[in-house]
């Protein structure tokens, strides 16, 4: 049985640092790409980022690109989620997501295989 099971989150000042995890069970990450999507208060799922499988490297939306870092520890079968210079609009739900192809990032979440139970992240101002 595969399962998704994130960590971490909370309330945080605009400008802090905040580290999701997600603990994978079920499968491998040379199987499947494993990554992040997000979802604020009355909006759609977007996508954050995401590590292709193989260790083929990482994707972020522009969104992020900069102050976000996706990682591994292939070891645990944990991917993680470094926030740094977190803004009030980066307020959302976050979701660890599995995707064998990788394409639920470009192509929408509706691809993706297996969610997680979701880790809220609030930022103040």
């Known amino acids: 049985e595969v399962q998704l099971v994130e960590s971490g989150g909370g309330l945080v000042q605009a400008g802090g640092s905040v580290r999701l995890s997600c603990a994978a069970s079920?499968?491998?990450?040379?199987?499947?790409?494993v990554g992040w999507f997000r979802q604020a208060s009355g909006k759609e799922r977007e996508g954050v980022g995401y590590?292709?499988?193989?260790?083929?490297?990482?994707y972020y939306e522009d969104s992020v690109k900069g102050r976000f870092t996706i990682s591994s520890d292939k070891a645990k079968n944990t991917v993680y989620l470094q926030m740094n210079s977190l803004k009030p609009e980066d307020t959302a739900v976050y979701y660890c997501?599995?995707?064998?192809?990788?394409?639920?990032?470009?192509?929408?979440?509706?691809?993706?295989?297996?969610w997680g139970q979701g880790t809220q992240v609030t930022v103040s101002s």
């Open positions: 590590i292709r499988k193989d260790g083929g490297g990482t």
């Open positions: 079920g499968f491998t990450f040379d199987e499947y790409a």
């Open positions: 997501a599995a995707d064998v192809t990788g394409s639920s990032w470009h192509l929408g979440h509706r691809f993706v295989d297996y």
